[in-house]
């Protein structure tokens, strides 16, 4: 990570993450638009909607409300999620809302 701190993984890691995109859109909500389902995994697409309040990775808060499209893949077992992984398209919804630019 950027400021020198190891990433942290398991449900320590997955609370950390949570903690920080509640503070970076403290109204968040996440609409799940597919799910898939085989063999103990669940594939998930998603819209997460949000206002943008408070510093995210050294980008200045707007008070936007932004929208970042995204896949999750869990993997099941014994009704629970024993494995995470996922892409959120975030950078799109920051280069349309001009927070951040393309090198030139």
């Known amino acids: 990570m950027a400021d020198g701190q190891s990433k942290k993984v398991g449900i ?3 609370k950390e993450h ?6 970076t859109y403290p109204d968040y909500r996440m609409r ?24 995210w990775m050294g980008i200045k808060p707007t008070g ?3 929208s970042i499209s995204g ?5 099941i077992a014994n009704g629970k999620i024993t494995e995470h992984s ?5 950078f799109e919804a920051l280069m349309e809302n001009n927070l951040i630019r393309p090198n030139s």
């Open 64 to 66: 936007k409300r932004l």
């Open 18 to 23: 949570l903690e920080a995109v509640r503070n």
């Open 32 to 55: 799940i638009l597919r799910q898939f389902e085989n063999n103990g995994f669940v594939i998930s697409e998603f819209i997460m909607e949000g206002t943008f309040m408070n510093e």
């Open 71 to 75: 896949i999750n893949i869990d993997r």
């Open 86 to 90: 996922g892409y959120a398209n975030t």
């Open 12 to 14: 320590n890691g997955m």
